[in-house]
C-alpha cells in the first residue's frame, strides 16, 4: 500500500462532468489499495469572480477579508468532489485548510507554510477515507484565514506529500511537467527531470 497525494487544478474541476472524471481517477488510484489525499483549487474563473465581487464593494478590502473571501472557492471544490465520491460509493471527507493542518505566518495573501499539524489527516487516513483538503489556504496562530498567494495549491500538495513521507505526488495540470517558471508566460523556463520535496516546494511558492 501507498500513500499518494493527488493535485487538481480548477479547469480539472470546472463543471460536473470534470468533476466526476477527477473522482473517477481518485477512486481507480485508491481501489489499488492506496491511501489518497487530494488537494483541490478552486472551480474554473472562481477566484477571478470573487475578486470582482470584492471590488463592486469594496475597491481597496483589507488583506485579510480578502483572504477569508477567496478561501470560499476551495471549499466549494472540496465539497463538489466529495460528494462525486460519495455518490461512487467511497468513503471520503473534504478538509478546509485549516482543518488539515496548514498552519502558516500572518502574511495575508502571501502567506508561508509553517507546519503541518498531521493528527487529523492521520486518523482520516486510518479510517481509510479518501481525504479532500483545499489548497491554498491555512490558518495563522491568531485563528484567522490566510492564502498562500500564486502556487499555493501546488505548495499544499507538495507540503503535504513531504509531511506524510508520500510515496508519490502527482500534480495534474495543464502543463507537461514542471519548470523553472511558468511556460505559459516565461517561453524559456526550463523543464526539470527530476525535483525534490524542497526544491518543489520553493517552486511552487514561486509560482512556477
Same mark, same amino acid.
Not at 2 to 16: D, R, W
Not at 75 to 80: D, F, T
Given at each position: 500500500?501507498?500513500?499518494?497525494?493527488?493535485?487538481?487544478?480548477?479547469? $480539472?474541476?470546472?463543471?460536473?462532468?470534470?468533476v466526476f472524471n477527477v473522482a473517477n481517477i481518485i477512486t481507480e488510484t485508491y481501489d489499488k489499495g492506496n491511501d489518497v489525499i487530494v488537494v483541490v483549487s478552486a472551480q474554473g474563473d472562481t477566484t477571478?469572480?470573487?475578486?470582482?465581487?470584492?471590488?463592486?464593494?469594496? /475597491?481597496?478590502?483589507?488583506?485579510?477579508?480578502?483572504?477569508?473571501?477567496?478561501?470560499?472557492?476551495?471549499?466549494? $471544490?472540496?465539497?463538489?468532489?466529495?460528494? +462525486?465520491? &460519495?455518490?461512487?460509493?467511497?468513503?471520503?471527507?473534504?478538509?478546509?485548510?485549516?482543518?488539515?493542518?496548514?498552519?502558516?505566518?500572518?502574511?495575508? $495573501?502571501?502567506?508561508?507554510?509553517?507546519?503541518?499539524?498531521? &493528527?487529523?489527516? &492521520?486518523?482520516?487516513?486510518?479510517?481509510?477515507?479518501?481525504?479532500?483538503?483545499?489548497?491554498?489556504?491555512?490558518?495563522?496562530?491568531?485563528?484567522?484565514?490566510?492564502?498562500?498567494?500564486?502556487?499555493?495549491?501546488?505548495?499544499?500538495?507538495? +507540503?503535504?506529500?513531504?509531511?506524510?513521507?508520500?510515496?508519490?505526488?502527482?500534480?495534474?495540470?495543464?502543463?507537461?511537467?514542471?519548470?523553472? +517558471?511558468?511556460?505559459?508566460?516565461? /517561453?524559456?523556463?526550463?523543464?526539470?527531470? &527530476?525535483?525534490?520535496?524542497?526544491?518543489?516546494?520553493?517552486? +511552487?511558492?514561486?509560482?512556477?
Open positions: 500500500m501507498s500513500l499518494i497525494v493527488q493535485k487538481f487544478g480548477g479547469s $480539472s474541476v470546472a463543471n460536473a462532468q470534470r477571478d469572480d470573487l475578486i470582482a465581487k470584492a471590488a463592486e464593494i469594496n /475597491p481597496n478590502p483589507s488583506k485579510r477579508e480578502m483572504d477569508m473571501l477567496l478561501s470560499t472557492g476551495e471549499q466549494i $471544490s472540496i465539497a463538489l468532489l466529495a460528494m +462525486a465520491i &460519495e455518490k461512487l460509493g467511497y468513503p471520503v471527507i473534504s478538509l478546509t485548510g485549516p482543518q488539515a493542518g496548514f498552519v502558516t505566518d500572518s502574511n495575508y $495573501s502571501k502567506a508561508r507554510i509553517r507546519r503541518i499539524e498531521k &493528527e487529523r489527516i &492521520e486518523n482520516e487516513i486510518n479510517k481509510h477515507n479518501i481525504i479532500i483538503v483545499a489548497g491554498f489556504q491555512g490558518i495563522n496562530r491568531y485563528d484567522n484565514i490566510t492564502t498562500l498567494g500564486r502556487g499555493g495549491s501546488d505548495t499544499s500538495a507538495v +507540503a503535504l506529500a513531504a509531511a506524510f513521507h508520500a510515496d508519490l505526488c502527482q500534480i495534474f495540470t495543464d502543463v507537461d511537467g514542471v519548470y523553472t +517558471a511558468d511556460p505559459r508566460i516565461v /517561453p524559456n523556463a526550463k523543464k526539470l527531470d &527530476e525535483i525534490t520535496y524542497d526544491e518543489m516546494l520553493e517552486l +511552487a511558492s514561486l509560482g512556477a
